[in-house]
């Protein structure tokens, strides 16, 4: 059998059996609805950018903002991990890095919120960003071309084996340069992300 053609069954499998696979994972007691594979990556990059913020959309249960908090933790980091949901929550894990934002998160409000926080002055480059929202592809192009303004070294843009986050990331490529698709990412051949790892082209 062709080798892609393993690939995509076993993810199309581990998908679709999400009671018992990605719906069905925790980060230190808290729901995680993510790939491990992918989250094994994310810590390669915060351990490589060493970023001053992390921007995620798309909080949850807060488990993945959690996760992002305890790697810079490891890493003896001061990084802000900035998580945003419309749908605010009560019982969300607490740690002093993290700031939760109810906003919808394609908003300038929103947007504008992030900048008063950072502060970032000249730290832009150090910015690790991470769509997982609403995936519809006119949600994740607005988030895309409202956050890309701050210039952040990376995006990663998740659920790509969807057509509408990869639609919008095809979209956003065409208009903007500044922003490859980084597929050395996808080295364990299994990701809910493909083409969806985008580097700055002046970061290295």
């Known amino acids: 059998m062709n080798p892609k053609e393993i690939i995509f069954q076993f993810h199309e499998l581990w998908y679709n059996m999400s009671d018992f696979t990605w719906n069905n994972m925790t980060w230190m007691g808290v729901q995680c609805y ?3 594979m992918d989250m094994w ?3 390669e990059l915060i351990a490589e ?3 001053y913020a992390i921007i995620e959309t798309g909080t949850f249960q807060g488990g993945s903002a959690l996760f992002y908090a305890h790697i810079t933790d ?3 980091l001061d ?4 998580t945003i949901d ?3 929550r009560t019982f969300l894990p607490k740690h002093p890095k993290i700031t939760y934002l109810a906003y919808p998160s394609e908003s300038q409000e929103c947007f504008d919120k992030c900048r008063e926080i950072l502060v970032m002055e000249t730290r832009e480059e150090k910015i690790l960003l991470i769509l997982d929202s609403d995936h519809t592809t006119d949600h994740v192009y607005k988030e895309l071309s409202l956050y890309s303004k701050l210039n952040p070294a990376y995006i990663i843009v998740e659920d790509t084996n969807m057509t509408g986050p990869a639609d919008a990331v095809t979209m956003f490529l065409a208009e903007n340069n500044n922003y490859v698709v980084d597929r050395c990412r996808e080295k364990f051949l299994f990701t809910f992300n493909p083409g969806g790892f985008l580097r700055r082209k002046q970061y290295k």
């Open 34 to 36: 993510k790939n491990p």
């Open 41 to 43: 990556i994310v810590q």
């Open 49 to 51: 950018i060493r970023p």
């Open 74 to 76: 490891l890493l003896n």
């Open 79 to 82: 990084s802000k991990i900035l």
């Open 86 to 88: 419309i749908n605010g």
